[in-house]
């Protein structure tokens, strides 16, 4: 049974930062993506940062380049989303989910969702003014 489930969320002000971590177990597959999305209240869910597990391959939304940053240890099956410079419009549950296997690292590229599965129970942030 695949089990996705993600830590690190919490509060904080204004250029603040945070690190969302996202342990997978029992997906029984080698290259394929990972993707941290966040759906904040009224809103549909965006892709917010991807990476490939076979090559470290990533891809940021714009709103985030050079804020968050996504990392990889595939030997524990561990995956992070840095948060840095938070704004208020970070504001938002962040959920990490693996893509269907691909052997294309261009898969992971775009945010859209369509590709991903076992979603867990998801991490809140919030950024205050």
């Known amino acids: 049974t695949e089990v996705v489930a993600e830590s690190g969320g919490g509060s904080v002000q204004t250029g603040g930062s945070l690190r969302l971590s996202c342990a997978i177990s029992?997906?029984?597959?080698?290259?394929?993506?990972i993707g941290w999305f966040r759906q904040a209240p009224g809103k549909g869910r965006e892709g917010v940062a991807t990476?490939?597990?076979?090559?470290?391959?990533?891809w940021y939304a714009d709103s985030v380049k050079g804020r968050f940053t996504i990392s990889q240890d595939n030997a524990k099956n561990m995956y992070y989303l840095e948060m840095n410079n938070l704004k208020p419009e970070d504001t938002a549950t962040y959920y990490c989910?693996?893509?269907?296997?691909?052997?294309?690292?261009?898969?992971?590229?775009?945010?859209?969702?369509?590709?991903?599965?076992?979603w867990g129970q998801g991490s809140q942030v919030t950024v205050s003014p």
């Open positions: 990476i490939y597990t076979g090559g470290g391959e990533t």
């Open positions: 989910a693996p893509s269907r296997p691909t052997p294309d690292p261009r898969r992971c590229s775009g945010g859209d969702d369509s590709g991903f599965g076992y």
């Open positions: 029992g997906y029984p597959y080698n290259t394929y993506c």
